[in-house]
């Protein structure tokens, strides 16, 4: 039988120090979400589109060579062509500045709506968990009956009241109510955490309601936060959108897609591009923070965490 040298055998020393060691390097929450965003490739799909139509809002308007309220007799009801890429609408004017004209006002609504929402809700709601009981009571009390309002009649009051439909009117009309179910969804989180020990120990010693909220409850609800917000702001987009549909929102000489989709469609039997490039727009720019919401939601579930 062959004997093994002993040349092949080692000690192992016993390595106290190391052996409480971390295995592998430490990664923050936040570092540790983005890791997992990126695995998401629709998610990351999706926030690459996102960022091509936010920058073709931004941009395509100002290197495009035609105005957005330039009219031009001669080229009335002309079909998507190399002159005019997204065709023109009936008093000549080039639809592809339009659209793009039309993509900044719709999602400045989007996303200013879905901030303000979220602040006033969060502080809300934040309140409402911290103290609790009666005041609690009172507070989701009100928020049921804002709810209960129905939201057209809002924007007609506001319209009503401020004489004219803008960007200030749609927005205190979709936020004047629009936080509660923020404010609900809040409270619910932070209801959790105010019973966490951290939580227990800075009441414990002595600070204020004010600081416990804010360096306490919305840290610690951040991300279930920006996942909402990711969520909201489509839903504020096509508010705007059916608003303007209506004829209820953005007023001429302004324009955004629910507008260019309102004016399109007397005439969207003959001239269906008209109605076409709008409603695509929103469509996919619904799509993608539908997505990314997706993807956010899956990135920060601790449980997926590894």
Same mark, same amino acid.
């Given at each position: 039988?062959?004997?093994?040298?002993?040349?092949?055998?080692?000690?192992?020393?016993?390595?106290?120090?190391?052996?409480?060691?971390?295995? +592998?390097?430490?990664?923050g929450?936040?570092?540790?979400?983005?890791?997992r965003?990126?695995?998401?490739?629709?998610?990351?799909?999706?926030?690459?589109?996102?960022?091509?139509?936010?920058?073709?809002?931004?941009?395509?308007p100002?290197?495009?060579?035609?105005?957005?309220?330039?009219?031009?007799?001669?080229?009335?009801?002309?079909?998507?062509?190399?002159?005019?890429?997204? #065709?023109?609408?009936?008093?000549g004017?080039?639809?592809?500045?339009?659209?793009?004209?039309?993509?900044?006002?719709?999602?400045?609504?989007?996303?200013?709506?879905?901030?303000?929402?979220?602040?006033?809700?969060?502080?809300? #709601?934040?309140?409402?968990?911290?103290?609790?009981?009666?005041?609690?009571? &009172?507070?989701?009390?009100?928020?049921e009956?804002?709810?209960?309002?129905?939201?057209?009649i809002?924007?007609?009051?506001?319209?009503?009241?401020l004489?004219?439909?803008?960007?200030?009117?749609?927005?205190?009309?979709?936020?004047?109510?629009?936080?509660?179910?923020?404010?609900?969804?809040?409270?619910?989180?932070?209801?959790?955490?105010?019973?966490?020990?951290?939580?227990?120990?800075?009441?414990?010693? #002595?600070?204020?309601?004010?600081?416990?909220?804010?360096?306490?409850? &919305?840290?610690?609800?951040?991300?279930?936060?920006?996942?909402?917000?990711?969520?909201?702001?489509?839903?504020?987009?096509?508010?705007?959108?059916?608003?303007?549909?209506?004829?209820?929102?953005?007023?001429?000489?302004?324009?955004?897609?629910?507008?260019?989709?309102?004016?399109?469609?007397?005439?969207?039997?003959?001239?269906?591009?008209?109605?076409?490039?709008?409603?695509?727009?929103?469509?996919?720019?619904?799509?993608?923070?539908?997505?990314?919401?997706?993807?956010?939601?899956?990135?920060?579930?601790?449980k997926? +965490?590894?």
């Amino acid at each position: 039988m062959e004997q093994i040298p002993k040349e092949k055998f080692a000690f192992v020393q016993n390595r106290e120090a190391e052996a409480d060691s971390i295995a +592998r390097p430490h990664v923050g929450y936040w570092k540790d979400c983005w890791r997992r965003f990126k695995e998401n490739k629709v998610a990351v799909g999706a926030l690459i589109l996102l960022g091509v139509l936010v920058l073709m809002c931004i941009f395509a308007p100002i290197l495009s060579p035609y105005e957005y309220e330039t009219m031009d007799k001669s080229a009335r009801l002309v079909f998507p062509s190399k002159t005019h890429w997204f #065709g023109t609408d009936k008093l000549g004017r080039d639809v592809f500045t339009r659209v793009w004209i039309g993509g900044r006002v719709s999602m400045v609504i989007g996303l200013a709506a879905a901030l303000i929402s979220t602040t006033i809700g969060c502080i809300y #709601g934040g309140i409402a968990a911290y103290f609790g009981g009666a005041v609690d009571n &009172i507070m989701m009390r009100i928020v049921e009956v804002l709810i209960s309002v129905p939201y057209l009649i809002v924007v007609i009051l506001m319209s009503v009241i401020l004489q004219n439909s803008n960007i200030t009117t749609l927005l205190l009309a979709m936020t004047i109510t629009g936080w509660c179910g923020t404010a609900r969804f809040v409270r619910a989180q932070m209801l959790q955490i105010k019973s966490e020990e951290y939580t227990l120990a800075a009441q414990a010693l #002595g600070v204020s309601p004010w600081k416990v909220v804010t360096r306490h409850f &919305i840290p610690n609800t951040m991300g279930v936060i920006i996942v909402s917000i990711t969520f909201d702001i489509p839903g504020y987009i096509f508010s705007e959108a059916f608003l303007s549909y209506l004829g209820l929102g953005i007023q001429p000489p302004g324009t955004s897609w629910g507008a260019l989709a309102s004016a399109a469609q007397s005439q969207f039997t003959f001239y269906p591009y008209l109605l076409l490039f709008p409603v695509l727009m929103i469509a996919l720019t619904m799509l993608c923070f539908t997505l990314i919401g997706d993807g956010l939601r899956d990135a920060m579930d601790p449980k997926g +965490r590894k």
